[in-house]
């Protein structure tokens, strides 16, 4: 497994902003970085995932239009910007690294996790 770190986390109001972080230790065996959340009593959800090597992102439908995902190789840093907060986006936000062969954003397919960092938006 590699080391992630997550940074970026807080509480907003809805309509708000939050730019989220994850430092990642240098890896080669990944293809694809990518954030989950996971509300209490929910399962983990995909958020948004990355290719490692040409940048083609995938996002689920219910953050398209509001965040965007992007990554920096050369400070093996992944980030996600999040725009126009909803409260339904409370979650505990992980970032991971994985090998997907199908859907980019099924959480089995991801071996690497960071330990997470929460986001709270309120009404």
């Known amino acids: 497994q590699v080391q992630l770190v997550e940074s970026g986390g807080g509480s907003v109001q809805a309509g708000g902003s939050l730019r989220l972080s994850c430092v990642a230790a240098p890896f080669t065996y990944s293809t694809h970085m990518a954030w989950f959340r996971q509300a209490p009593g929910k399962e983990r959800e995909g958020v948004a995932s990355?290719?490692?090597?040409?940048?083609?992102?995938h996002y689920a439908d219910s953050v398209k239009g509001r965040f965007t995902i992007s990554r920096d190789n050369a400070k093996n840093t992944l980030y996600l910007q999040m725009n126009s907060l909803k409260p339904e986006d409370t979650a505990m936000y992980y970032c991971?690294?994985?090998?997907?062969?199908?859907?980019?954003?099924?959480?089995?397919?991801?071996?690497?996790w960071g330990q997470g960092t929460q986001v709270t938006v309120s009404s």
């Open positions: 990355i290719t490692v090597g040409g940048g083609r992102t």
């Open positions: 991971a690294l994985g090998r997907p062969w199908g859907p980019p954003l099924n959480r089995y397919d991801y071996d690497s």
